[in-house]
């Protein structure tokens, strides 16, 4: 088993619906989570962080955290053109020495 | 405030060469990690230093290694070049270490192996 695992995609949704992105975890020690969005050719930007139970709103973002599932989304609301991108969750916990653990990403396509 | 600069951004590379790569943090953050990226295996962690001490190493050979000076500018060194080592090599820096520290990423370096 993966320690984080996303469905690869790619997940298409047209302009303007939420887009759902999803990510499990193995690790139940796990403390920090993340989510990165990296464009074709570029490297990973965070647009989101997560330490609590529940959900934690920025924007047209949305992470929800569910630690008992072992269970991390992101919701992206009004979804644009300019959010097609790989969406990398990463994972974090102090017995792993504080590195990120990464799953392979979602690739997200809205359509116009 | 600038971010996390990486140089060189692109190097090709003979098969047994060695390389180094640079990474200066964004300013005040001392902690610098590094990781590779590749179409097949994704993101894996390298390393992570914080205070020129390395804090964590990931599971990759002796051949890749790095260092932190005083300033918390970061290099990572990879020694006989293997056509596998061709990735794109980012560095994150943190403000703080420990599991909810942010990492901000550079822009890369991509790295070729012929």
């Known amino acids: 088993q993966k320690e984080v695992e996303q469905n690869s995609g790619p997940l298409s949704v047209p302009e303007g619906a939420i887009a759902s992105l999803n990510c499990t975890y193995s690790?139940?020690?796990?403390?920090?989570f993340f989510w990165y969005r990296q464009y074709s050719g570029k490297s990973p930007e965070l647009i989101m962080s997560?330490?609590?139970?529940g959900d934690k709103e920025d924007g047209r973002f949305t992470a929800q955290l569910n630690k008992a599932s072992q269970y991390v989304s992101l919701l992206i609301r009004d979804s644009q053109p300019s959010d097609s991108a790989t969406y990398l969750c990463?994972?974090?916990?102090?017995?792993?020495?504080?590195?990120?653990?990464f799953g392979q990403g979602t690739e997200l396509s809205v359509k116009p | 405030k600038a971010g996390v600069t990486q140089t060189p951004r692109y190097l090709i590379k003979t098969r047994g060469q060695q390389v180094t790569l640079s990474c200066s943090p964004i300013?005040?953050?001392?902690?610098v990690s590094w990781y590779q990226q590749t179409p097949g295996q994704g993101l894996q962690f390298l390393f992570e230093?914080?205070?020129?001490?390395?804090?964590n190493k990931g599971n990759f050979p002796g051949r890749f290694s790095g260092r932190q000076f005083s300033n918390s500018r970061s290099e990572m060194n990879v020694s006989t070049l293997e056509l596998g080592d061709s990735a794109l090599y980012l560095c994150?820096?943190?403000?703080?270490?420990?599991?909810?520290?942010?990492?901000?990423f550079g822009q890369g370096t991509r790295l070729t192996v012929v």
């Open positions: 994150a820096s943190s403000l703080a270490v420990g599991a909810g520290a942010e990492a901000f």
């Open positions: 690790d139940r020690v796990s403390q920090s």
């Open positions: 997560i330490y609590s139970n």
């Open positions: 990463a994972v974090n916990s102090e017995n792993q020495g504080g590195k990120l653990i």
């Open positions: 300013s005040g953050h001392r902690s």
């Open positions: 230093y914080f205070s020129e001490t390395q804090r």
